[in-house]
């Protein structure tokens, strides 16, 4: 019988009061649940590498790793929408674009071009 496949999507205002270290830690809790995690709104650099750091020291027989992929809006608009979502992205902050995680044994793939996303999984 197939598994089913759980996609569990964290609101921005779920993380926006949480310190890194908490928000990595729920992360990667839901992750080892075997879910996929959509997160709105980006990660920084930083968080990004301290998931994979504290992925890395977690890796065992049931836990193969996580795939992830952050997005932006796309950038090629026009100079009156870059002005407008720049003064949004000033206000909102990391609210803009998405972040996708999940476990290495379910995700093969994340593709992403400037019109799509396509996350592929192993069944």
Known sequence: MKENITIQF??????ASVNSENKLKKILKIVKENK???IEGKLKADEEAKLIENTMKQIDKSFKGIEIASFEEAANFDFFYKIKSGLARMLLGDKFGLSIIGPATLVKEIKRDPSKIELMVNR
């Open 36 to 38: 996929i995690v959509i």
């Open 10 to 15: 964290i609101p921005h205002s779920e993380l």
